[in-house]
């Protein structure tokens, strides 16, 4: 077990995006309208040598703070480059404050505060509606475009699009196969997550966490409590970086991505598989 460093937020990288067939949807603003047939920022992508005669599993991704769609491009070829259509939506404009500071008679002064634009995937009640639209809006692109297999949708995010994804799915979790969430914080309790605790029960959820920054916030023993309660279907693995290795964060999501490939084929070629609650460090 080593203190783990803070995740730089995962960007698109050229040379991993050349390994997808790409297939780029609008980029037009939002529009107003109940049509979950409306034009949004998203990517979505089919698995290298696509087959249309196969119905293939769709992972959907959330982003994580501070990132973007293009996010999708690093990680998807990570899980897999055959195994999945996959799309990822742009989470909600959001802004925080910044300062420019300059150092005056051996003092920091505050010159001017900017605001500093960026995506993320907020809590409130609005926020939460659209983020669920968002997600069934991707779905329905990638059942236009793809042979995708409908039962076989697992949603997917990482930090707070880890949190949105499960509150997503716990809403909704007969729309999904399995959910992930990759160092996300449990939904908060406030807008009652597990309402729909009966049918969540047969959702089948992989959590990540870890030791150190990275893997921050860590389960609460009153969160496994509630997972017990409601007799959710929980896997929770740990994964830990290793002491001084050079680009621990990055060998750490690596070995995180593998096991969501192995985790969401096991589920897709037999969804009936039962799980039991366990803890495995990794």
């Given amino acids: 077990m080593s203190n783990a460093k803070t995740l730089s937020p995962v960007v698109a990288a050229p040379r991993t995006a050349s390994v997808f067939e790409s297939a780029v949807e ?5 529009r107003n309208g109940d049509s979950r047939r409306r034009a949004f920022p998203h990517f979505l992508v089919a698995p290298v040598k ?5 119905a293939y599993p769709l992972l959907v991704w959330l982003h994580d703070s501070g990132s973007s769609e293009a996010e999708l491009f690093d990680v998807a070829p990570q899980i897999s480059s055959r195994n999945y259509v996959a799309v990822a939506p742009r989470g909600l404009v959001a802004s925080r404050a910044g300062l420019v500071c300059n150092r005056a008679n051996g003092r920091l002064v505050v010159e001017e505060t900017r605001r500093e634009t960026y995506y993320n995937w907020p809590e409130t009640d609005e926020g939460v509606s659209e983020a669920e639209n968002l997600v069934f809006h991707s779905i329905e ?25 499960l509150r997503v799915a716990l809403r909704n979790p007969r729309e999904f196969a399995g959910v992930v969430s990759i160092d996300g914080a ?7 997550p597990l ?13 990540t966490t870890g030791l150190g920054a990275s893997a921050i916030p860590q389960l609460t023993p009153k969160q496994l409590g ?27 999501m690596k070995k995180i ?26």
């Fill in 26 to 30: 609008s980029f037009s603003p939002r």
């Fill in 186 to 192: 449990f939904p908060t309790l406030e807008r009652q």
């Fill in 226 to 252: 509630l997972f017990h309660t409601a007799g959710l279907t929980v896997v929770i693995r740990q994964y830990n970086e290793r002491p001084n290795e050079e680009n621990a964060a990055e060998t750490r």
């Fill in 141 to 165: 692109q990638a059942l236009a475009k793809f042979n995708v297999h409908r039962r076989r949708v697992f949603l997917l995010g990482r930090g707070t699009g880890g949190t949105m994804a």
């Fill in 50 to 54: 696509y087959e249309e005669n196969y």
């Fill in 257 to 282: 991505l593998l096991d969501v490939n192995r985790w969401t084929m096991e589920r897709a070629l037999n969804p009936q598989a039962p799980i039991s609650e366990i803890l495995q460090t990794r």
């Fill in 195 to 207: 309402r729909n605790w009966r049918e969540a029960r047969d959702l089948p959820i992989l959590l």
